[in-house]
Nanobody, 114 residues
Framework: VQLQASGGGLVQAGGSLRLSCAAS????????MAWYRQAPGKQRELVAY???????DYAGSVKGRFTISRDIASNTMTLQMNSLKPEDTAVHYC?????????WGQGTLVTVSS
């Protein structure tokens, strides 16, 4: 199983970015998937979560601004990030949990300038 994250970049505060996580080896709907992020000097934290049954949950700091979703046709998970803030600056990682296995994509850097 491989997860390939993309879509990071530099954006001004208030702007938007869309992160994508392309999966190979497993269909994105069979497991629980999530986006995590890690800012410099901080621990990795959960940003958004989507269960195999499509229930979603978000960190309080992003609720109402970010939306997690999956597309079976492209076998991709996405994170739509709106109203970005400088404190959203971090390396973002996609994650899949299927049965007893955990898979991580490489990080994609999101930088929000003030």
């Amino acid at each position: 199983v491989q997860l390939q994250a993309s879509g990071g970049g530099l954006v001004q505060a208030g702007g938007s970015l869309r992160l994508s996580c392309a999966a190979s080896g497993l269909i994105v709907t069979v497991g629980n998937m999530a986006w995590y992020r890690q800012a410099p000097g901080k621990q990795r934290e959960l940003v958004a979560y989507i269960a195999s049954g499509d229930d979603t949950d978000y960190a309080g700091s992003v609720k109402g601004r970010f939306t997690i979703s999956r597309d079976i046709a492209s076998n991709t998970m996405t994170l739509q990030m709106n109203s970005l803030k400088p404190e959203d600056t971090a390396v973002h990682y996609c994650h899949m949990h299927y049965r007893r296995d955990h898979y991580w994509g490489q990080g994609t850097l999101v930088t929000v300038s003030s």
